[in-house]
């Protein structure tokens, strides 16, 4: 009989976030310093052969959902064979993808053929100058064509993730209320969180300031009413924290996904990071390292029971988590693309 990772709070996990590499073509303000960060030597990479062997484990412990991501996961060489071969993994029922959509548009046909039906794109503006600003130097003509090309291929979900950085404004949520009435996708805006990953990286010398968005989360939700009535989805569009709206007359959906410990009660989620190490969440540094396991000659059965058991001490939310304050401010010290966001 199949197993289940269930936590000390009675969350049943089944979630997987796979960052498959912590290379990025983009600098994202929020999420990398502009010079980059120290990369990891390729060998500490796990090879395709170890996050099978992972996959597999995890899948016989309960994980039934995973969701590739980064760093930028199509940068990572021949990303299709790892799909392909987490697919045939049997218990796997969703397999989807986050990316920054520069390099998606020639992926598309093979990412849907090896069986990719739901994709996450991110673009925090629709101007062309300001994206080119939050990402230093992407092309946002790319990613629109991306995101056209994947709705007229017939992708089952294709969602636009919108951190709210500090060049966001009224105008830029208008027009993202706009292209969710005209265009079948759901639009995310998402509030910036801070991640502190201490036993990784320096607190004191990499820090990134989270700057407030010029218009708040809540305010663009009230906004929707400018464009008609709208109803709450009732079925969840996701394994995710968002809540969804749809417009009337809308062909896309709305949704918002506010920083609040609340959506932690909920959590289904564990992270398996790029240099090997499963995270229970996104705001702690408590992480195992399953590539020394791996690497090490230890059999399934006993990473198995070390998984189950590191299982236990998944933080009840976000708050329980927090180490690193500096000043009154609390600041991201750690990179969403070394973790896979
Ligand atoms: N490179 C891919 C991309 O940008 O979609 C995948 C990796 S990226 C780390 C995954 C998601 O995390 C993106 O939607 C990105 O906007 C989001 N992200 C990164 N840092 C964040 C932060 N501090 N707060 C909220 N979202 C963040
Ligand atoms: Fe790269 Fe994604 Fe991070 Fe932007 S958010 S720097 S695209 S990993």
């Given at each position: 009989m199949k197993e289940k990772l269930i936590d000390n709070y009675n969350r049943k996990i089944d979630y997987l976030r796979l960052?498959?590499?912590?290379?990025?073509?983009l600098r994202c303000t929020y999420c990398m310093p502009e010079g980059g960060i120290k990369l990891?030597?390729?060998?500490e990479l796990l090879t395709y052969e170890e996050i099978l062997r992972v996959v597999r484990i995890l899948s016989e412990l309960g994980i039934k959902k995973i969701r590739l991501t980064g760093g930028e996961p199509l940068l990572r060489d021949n990303i299709l064979d790892l799909i392909e071969g987490i697919r045939n993994i049997?218990?796997?029922?969703d397999l989807s993808l986050t990316t920054n959509g520069t390099l998606l548009r020639k992926f598309l046909k093979d990412l849907y053929s090896a069986g990719i039906r739901r994709i996450n794109i991110s673009m925090d503006s629709l101007d062309p100058k300001k994206y080119r600003e939050i990402t230093r130097g992407g092309d946002l003509t790319k990613v629109l064509e991306a995101i056209e090309s994947s709705v007229e291929m017939g992708f089952e979900s294709v969602k636009i993730n919108v951190v709210l950085t500090s060049l966001f404004d009224w105008k830029d949520s208008l027009e993202f209320i706009k292209f969710a009435i005209e265009k079948p996708v759901s639009i995310r805006f998402i509030e910036m969180m801070s991640i502190s990953d201490l036993d990784t990286v320096e607190c004191s010398s990499n820090l990134i300031n989270i700057d407030k968005p010029k218009v708040d989360i809540r305010s663009i939700f009230e906004s929707m009413n400018k464009f008609g009535k709208y109803c709450k989805i009732k079925e969840p569009l996701g394994f995710g924290p968002a809540v969804y709206y749809r417009i009337n007359g809308s062909k896309g959906k709305i949704g918002f996904i506010i920083n609040?410990?609340?959506?932690?009660?909920?959590c289904n989620r564990i992270r398996l990071t790029s240099k090997g190490s499963i995270k229970l969440?996104?705001?702690?540094?408590l992480e195992i390292d399953i590539k020394k396991e791996l690497r090490g000659g230890t059999d399934n059965e006993r990473i198995k029971k070390l998984i189950k058991s590191f299982i236990k001490r998944k933080p009840k939310d976000r708050n329980s988590n927090i180490k690193c304050k500096v000043g009154s401010d609390l600041k991201i010290a750690s990179f969403m693309n070394k973790i896979g966001g």
């Open positions: 960052s498959v590499t912590d290379r990025c073509n990891l030597d390729r060998r049997p218990g796997i029922e609040k410990r609340e959506s932690c009660y909920y969440c996104l705001f702690s540094s």
